[in-house]
């Protein structure tokens, strides 16, 4: 069954680093996602991606984030300038084309530890 | 605002026993729901969702869930509990909202099962 993957499973950098998370969605998929799980707490919308644009994005997903797709296989999630708050579990997910109703599809995530 | 609120952050029933994950949501327009499992150390995978048509749905590894409008209510079921479900529960909503594609998650609920 096709899958989302996503590198690195885990990393560590220090405060005030720039961090990139990448993700290989589905290969037919559209809908682009970056959620995030801190430790303990719910599952959080970050921002979704279609089109090559940002089409929704929560109030988390301040100037010190960034989404890109590069080449059309991958999609990444850039934070600038880490902060200890940003340690959290990410996960990208995608969806294909049709309607709310569709399946989306996560990742194993990437733990990023902020220290 | 969607919002879901899942009752008990943790639930504890025995190997054979019936499990109730509890699930409800807030919206003046029912939303599309969805139950999504995860166990240790993996992603979100999704066990079931109600988009429209038959309220009770059926999902992966003997799950159920019924979307009751009256109640806003999603709960999951499972006549028989196995070892292998103990993971955590997440329920989610996706907005009827035109180019809405966020889930929003509840806290989820952690099952463990016991022998």
């Known amino acids: 069954e096709p899958e989302v993957t996503q590198t690195p499973s885990h990393q560590v950098t220090q405060m005030g680093q720039e961090v990139i998370l990448r993700c290989v969605p589905i290969?037919?998929?559209?809908?682009f996602y970056w959620y995030r799980q801190i430790l303990g707490q719910k599952v959080e919308f970050l921002v979704s991606?279609?089109?090559?644009?940002?089409?929704?994005k929560s109030e988390i997903f301040d100037d010190q984030f960034s989404v890109e797709r590069p080449d059309g296989s991958n999609f990444t999630l850039k934070i600038r300038s880490t902060k200890l708050e940003d340690s959290a579990m990410y996960f990208c997910?995608?969806?294909?084309?049709?309607?709310?109703?569709?399946?989306?599809?996560f990742g194993e995530g990437s733990w990023l530890t902020v220290v | 605002a969607q919002s879901v609120t899942q009752l008990g952050s943790h639930v504890s029933v025995s190997e054979g026993a019936l499990v109730l994950l509890r699930c409800n949501y807030s919206?003046?327009?029912?939303?599309?729901l969805f139950w999504y499992v995860q166990y240790p150390n993996q992603g979100l995978q999704l066990l079931l969702k109600?988009?429209?048509?038959?309220?009770l749905v059926k999902g992966i590894n003997g799950f159920e869930a019924e979307f009751k409008k009256s109640e806003t209510s999603f709960h999951l079921t499972k006549p028989s509990a196995h070892m292998s479900d103990a993971a955590e529960y997440f329920c989610?909503?996706?907005?009827?909202?035109?180019?809405?594609?966020?889930?929003?998650f509840g806290q989820g609920t952690r099952l463990t099962i016991n022998p």
């Open positions: 991606f279609y089109n090559n644009e940002i089409s929704e």
């Open positions: 290969s037919n998929h559209l809908y």
């Open positions: 989610a909503v996706r907005p009827l909202i035109q180019g809405a594609q966020k889930l929003v």
């Open positions: 109600y988009t429209t048509g038959a309220t």
């Open positions: 997910a995608s969806s294909a084309p049709g309607g709310a109703g569709n399946t989306i599809y």
């Open positions: 919206s003046s327009v029912p939303p599309y």
